[in-house]
């Protein structure tokens, strides 16, 4: 009797180290970035992304939500690390993009990008890649645009 309990009492304690060594498993998170003809509270700032920033982990899904029509969402050349991969959506459509090369993403809205529809996400940190992103040449007010959103990361 003492025998088979001191095996099991054993057994358990082993499986009980086993479970404890595992490594935490994190859950990616997932999150939304609308794309709208007009920004929240502000009808006069049109064709915007909301949010123009967003922070988050390597491995989370963002999700650009098409709120309102005649948008999509296209990756900058240029400003993604290297090695990520770029995307370009089709209009008016859902779109799931997952990251997990840490840096800056810039994207764009393309019949808006001259307006200034675009926006950044930091994965992780910024700091791979920059630099170069803020190197990059936009066309009408989407330069003003961009370097309003990395003054925003400096801040």
């Not at 180290?17 to 709208?36: D, N, S, Y």
């Not at 029509?69 to 993009?97: C, F, L, Q």
């Amino acid at each position: 009797m003492f025998m088979p309990m001191l095996t099991r009492m054993l057994c358990n304690a082993a499986l009980a180290l086993m479970v404890g060594a595992m490594p935490f498993c994190a859950t990616a998170a997932e999150f939304e970035i609308q794309m709208l003809n007009a920004a929240p509270g502000n009808a006069q700032h049109t064709n915007v992304f909301a949010p123009a920033i967003l922070r988050i982990s390597s491995g989370d899904m963002v999700t650009f939500v098409p709120t309102d029509t005649g948008h999509n969402t296209a990756s900058k050349r240029g400003m993604i690390p290297e090695g990520a991969e770029p995307w370009n959506s089709p209009m008016d459509t859902r779109y799931s993009v997952t990251l997990t090369v840490p840096g800056v993403y810039g994207y764009l809205c393309l019949p808006h990008y001259e307006m200034g529809m675009v926006g950044l996400i930091i994965v992780d940190d910024a700091a791979p890649n920059l630099e170069s992103a803020k190197k990059i040449r936009h066309p009408g007010a989407a330069r003003a645009a961009f370097r309003d959103l990395f003054d925003q990361l400096a801040n």
